[in-house]
């Protein structure tokens, strides 16, 4: 994708993981994890988008994907896990050269 490219926050809520996977090819890096533990710098966010009561809760199944978005950034995409299928949570682009 070029960097001027915008990305389409509405397009990006709308897709299934495999649907991204799709659109972004094979992930650099994916990782099922749960709330049971605090989150790093770098998956913060996450919090913002889930209630207060489950953000340590090891009932909350999150699963990560990186992609790289252009030659310059990357994009991580996270899902919930809920009634039994994994929905949209959040994402964020991210510079290459970035350390969390």
């Excluded at 913002?48 to 999150?62: A, F, G, L, Q, T």
Aim: hydrophobic share 30%; proline share 6%.
């Amino acid at each position: 994708m070029d960097k001027t490219e915008k990305i389409d926050t509405a397009a990006i809520k709308k897709l299934s993981p495999e649907q991204a996977a799709a659109k972004f090819g094979k992930p650099i890096k994916s990782e099922d994890f749960n709330l049971s533990s605090p989150l790093s710098e770098f998956r913060i966010e996450i919090y913002n988008h889930i209630p207060e009561k489950d953000r340590y809760s090891p009932e909350v199944k999150i699963r990560e994907y990186t992609w790289v978005y252009n030659k310059e950034e990357n994009i991580t995409v996270w899902y919930q896990r809920k009634q039994d299928k994994w929905q949209f949570l959040h994402f964020n682009t991210w510079p290459k050269d970035a350390e969390f």
